[in-house]
C-alpha cells in the first residue's frame, strides 16, 4: 500500500509565495515520476509541474518562470515551490506519483489534496 501525504496549502496574497511538500510511503522500490496537479473551481484538474527521474522536468506555461518542483530522492518527497502568485493560481493541488513495486509493476498515486487560495 502507498500513500502520499500533502502539505504547505493556505491563503495567501497575490504576490506572496508557499512552498508544498508531498511526501510518498509504502511498499515502493521505483520512483518513476513525481507530479503536481491542480483543480480550480469549476474547472478540470491540469498539470502543473512533472520530474520524470533522470530525464526531465517540465512545467505548465502559466507557472513557468513561477514555481519550481523539486525532489529529495532520500525522503522520497517531492516540492512545488510557488512565487510571485496570481489569483488564477487558487486550486486544489494534487500531488501524484508513477511507482514501481519489486515485481516492476507500475501504478499512478494521488495525493488527498491540499487547498491553495490566492486572494487580498
Known amino acids: 500500500q502507498v500513500q502520499l501525504v500533502e502539505s504547505g496549502g493556505g491563503l495567501v496574497q497575490p504576490g506572496g509565495s508557499l512552498r508544498l511538500s508531498c511526501a510518498a510511503s509504502g511498499s515502493f522500490s521505483t520512483v518513476n515520476a513525481m507530479s503536481w496537479y491542480r483543480q480550480p473551481p469549476g474547472k478540470e484538474r491540469e498539470l502543473v509541474a512533472i520530474i520524470i527521474v533522470g530525464t526531465s522536468t517540465n512545467y505548465a506555461d502559466s507557472v513557468k518562470g513561477r514555481f519550481t518542483i523539486s525532489r529529495d530522492a532520500a525522503k522520497n518527497t517531492v516540492y512545488l515551490q510557488m512565487n510571485s502568485l496570481k489569483p488564477e493560481d487558487t486550486a486544489v493541488y494534487y500531488c501524484?506519483?508513477?511507482?514501481?513495486?519489486?515485481?516492476?509493476?507500475?501504478?499512478?498515486?494521488w495525493g488527498q489534496g491540499t487547498q491553495v487560495t490566492v486572494s487580498s
Open positions: 501524484n506519483a508513477d511507482l514501481s513495486n519489486l515485481y516492476r509493476l507500475r501504478n499512478v498515486y
